[in-house]
T-cell receptor, first 112, second 112 residues
Framework: KAGVTQTPRYLIKTRGQQVTLSCSPI?????VSWYQQTPGQGLQFLFEYFSETQRNKGNFPGRFSGRQFSNSRSEMNVSTLELGDSALYLCASSHRWGDEQYFGPGTRLTVT | QQQVKQSPQSLIVQKGGISIINCAYENTAFDYFPWYQQFPGKGPALLIA?????SEKKEGRFTISFNKSAKQFSLHIMDSQPGDSATYFC???????????FGKGTRLSVIA
């Protein structure tokens, strides 16, 4: 079974721009969660989607948003990028909310 | 209530030795405790997990010990190998309720 895939793997953006990251979950998984990983803050939960509905949201500003499509693929968007948004953005999928989560390789976002 | 505290921050172990990483939690509603292993440039990979109805779970060289009364759990890596050098994260979740809450991570280096 193919694992979680994320595109693009690397991204360089300028302050003020916006970015969209994509995640394809493991086949049959309907829950997708997004995390931000930085050296200082570690792994922090952004939001989770199940069957196209946002189930839970972490403590991030409204510039961070996401959505899930009917095929369970998910995207997250960050608008008005700030230097502090530079991080590894990880997507994880599971069968259902609260099940074992499997992570993708992440998208490394650098904001200059 | 949502915190998971992980120690040590970094660990150096001789090849063949035992690596021990400890985690403590506060929320007694947590009912699933996974450990993740992360290599540089990769996403976290689920290593082993335990539920609070058992005190120990072993998979190969990896063992989780769980102490419900002390609200602590630990990962033991027996016969540590250089290939085990990675960052290890403990996590906890209330199934069907909360997102994964991660410890800050332990950077393990196994030296020959």
């Amino acid at each position: 079974k193919a694992g979680v895939t994320q595109t693009p793997r690397y991204l360089i953006k300028t302050r003020g721009q916006q970015v969209t990251l994509s995640c394809s979950p493991i086949s049959g998984h309907r829950s997708v969660s997004w995390y931000q990983q930085t050296p200082g803050q570690g792994l922090q939960f952004l939001f989770e989607y199940f069957s196209e509905t946002q189930r839970n949201k972490g403590n991030f500003p409204g510039r961070f948003s996401g959505r899930q499509f009917s095929n369970s693929r998910s995207e997250m968007n960050v608008s008005t990028l700030e230097l502090g948004d530079s991080a590894l953005y990880l997507c994880a999928s599971s069968h259902r909310w609260g099940d074992e989560q499997y992570f993708g390789p992440g998208t490394r976002l650098t904001v200059t | 209530q949502q915190q998971v505290k992980q120690s040590p921050q970094s660990l150096i172990v001789q090849k063949g030795g035992i690596s021990i990483i400890n985690c403590a939690y506060e929320n007694t509603a947590f009912d699933y405790f996974p450990w993740y292993q992360q290599f540089p440039g990769k996403g976290p990979a689920l290593l082993i997990a335990i539920r609070p109805d058992v005190s120990e779970k072993k998979e190969g060289r990896f063992t989780i010990s769980f102490n419900k009364s002390a609200k602590q759990f630990s990962l033991h890596i027996m016969d540590s190998q250089p290939g085990d050098s990675a960052t290890y994260f403990c996590a906890a979740i209330v199934s069907g309720n909360t997102p994964l809450v991660f410890g800050k991570g332990t950077r393990l280096s196994v030296i020959a």
